[in-house]
C-alpha cells in the first residue's frame, strides 16, 4: 500500500504494480490515477448599502478545479438573476434591512472529489436619511415670513427649495433659516416649500414639503382727521372689512371703551388714535385718524390798554 506524495501528483497518473511471491513476480498490473484540483472562491470585499437604495452588486469568481459556484443568504432577501449567476445582485428583504445587515456566501459546484470551497461577503445595511420639512403653515399677507424648523436624521445636512421666487436667510443650507415671499408668491395664494438631505453617502437623497397659504389682511380706515370740541364726547367711526373681530385703539385714555369699534372720545388735547383690528385669521393691520381739540375762546371782561394794571 504505497502513498503517492501529494507534491507528485498530477491530473493523471499511470502506476503499474506486480507481486513477488518465492521469487517469482507476477505479470504487471496498471491502475491510472485521476486527480481533481480543488477550487478556490472569492464573494468579494464587505459591503455597507443604506436602507433606501439597497442593492448589492455582485461580482463572484470561482477558480482552479471549477469555475461554477452557486449562491446562498443568511436572510431572506432575493437574487435578481439565477443562484448560479455569480455576478448579478442581491436585493435585501425588509427583515434583512430591519436586521442591520446580511450574509451572502458563494459556494463552488462541480467539485469532482474535492470538497466545496466556501468564502463569504457580509453586507451591512444603514438606516435612510429622514427629512421632516415641518406642518403646513399659514401667514398673513402683511407678516408673510415663514420660520422654519427643519429637521433630519441618520445625514447632518439638507437644503430647502421653493416653488415660489422668495428667498430663505440666511440661506437654503440652514434648517432653521426664515422664508421671506416674494410678491409673485403672495400674489399666488400659496407655494410649496421643501426640504431635501444632501451628502447622503451610499443613501438616496429624502425630501419632505409644507405648503403655505397667504391669508388675506383685513380693510381698516378709521377716518379723515376730525375737529372736535374739547370735553365734547366724539364717537368715532371706522370702515372696516366684515371679518374683523378685534379691536384696539390706542392711546387708551379719553375712550369710553378701547376695545370697541365705536368708542366715545371726551378730551381737552389733541389726539393721534391709532386703530388695530383683527380678523378671524388673526391677521391685523391698522389705521390712524388725529382728533383736532378746539378750546372755548375766553374773553376778559377788563383789560389794561398800557399793561400796568
Given amino acids: 500500500d ?52 439597497p442593492v448589492v452588486y455582485l461580482s463572484g469568481i470561482v477558480q482552479g478545479g471549477t469555475t461554477t459556484g452557486v449562491w446562498s443568504t443568511t436572510g431572506t432577501g432575493r437574487f435578481s438573476s439565477p443562484t448560479s449567476n455569480l455576478t448579478g445582485a442581491y436585493i435585501p428583504s425588509n427583515r434583512d434591512t430591519a436586521a442591520g445587515s446580511v450574509t451572502l456566501f458563494l459556494t463552488s459546484t462541480n467539485n ?41 436624521s441618520n445625514v447632518s445636512r439638507a437644503v430647502w427649495s421653493s416653488t415660489g421666487t422668495g428667498s430663505f436667510v440666511p440661506s437654503a443650507t440652514d434648517l432653521n433659516a426664515t422664508y421671506v415671499p416674494s410678491s409673485a408668491d403672495i400674489a399666488s395664494g400659496n407655494f410649496r416649500l421643501q426640504l431635501t438631505t444632501t451628502d447622503n453617502g451610499k443613501c438616496l437623497a429624502v425630501s419632505d414639503a409644507l405648503t403655505v397659504s397667504i391669508a388675506s389682511v383685513p380693510v381698516v380706515d378709521a377716518g379723515k382727521d376730525h375737529y372736535v370740541f ?37 378730551g381737552d388735547e389733541d389726539q393721534l388714535l391709532t386703530l388695530q383690528v383683527t380678523n ?30
Avoid at 504487471?28 to 468579494?44: C, K
Avoid at 372689512?241 to 376695545?259: F, G
Avoid at 378671524?280 to 383736532?292: F, G, N, T, W, Y
Wanted: aromatic content about 4%; charged content about 15%; glycine content about 4%.
Fill in 112 to 152: 469532482g472529489a474535492c470538497r466545496p470551497s466556501v468564502s463569504s461577503v457580509l453586507v451591512t445595511i444603514t438606516d435612510a436619511p429622514v427629512a421632516n420639512a415641518g406642518p403646513d403653515a399659514r401667514v398673513c399677507a402683511n407678516d408673510s415670513t415663514v420660520l422654519l424648523n427643519g429637521l433630519v
Fill in 230 to 266: 374739547s370735553k365734547m364726547p366724539f364717537t368715532l367711526s371706522p370702515v372696516v372689512s366684515s371679518d374683523v373681530q378685534l379691536y384696539k385703539w390706542t392711546p387708551a385714555q379719553n375712550l369710553s371703551d378701547p376695545n370697541s369699534k365705536n368708542p366715545v372720545f371726551s
Fill in 280 to 309: 378671524a385669521e388673526r391677521c391685523m393691520s391698522s389705521d390712524q385718524i388725529k382728533l383736532i381739540v378746539l378750546k372755548p375762546i375766553r374773553i376778559p371782561n377788563v383789560f389794561s390798554p398800557n399793561g400796568d394794571g
Fill in 2 to 53: 504505497p502513498v503517492i506524495p501529494s507534491a507528485t501528483l498530477q491530473d493523471t497518473g499511470k502506476y503499474e504494480v506486480t507481486v513477488t511471491v518465492n521469487g517469482c513476480a507476477s505479470d504487471t498490473a496498471y491502475t491510472y490515477l485521476h486527480v481533481d484540483i480543488p477550487a478556490s472562491t472569492s464573494a468579494g470585499n464587505d459591503q455597507v448599502v443604506c436602507a433606501n437604495n
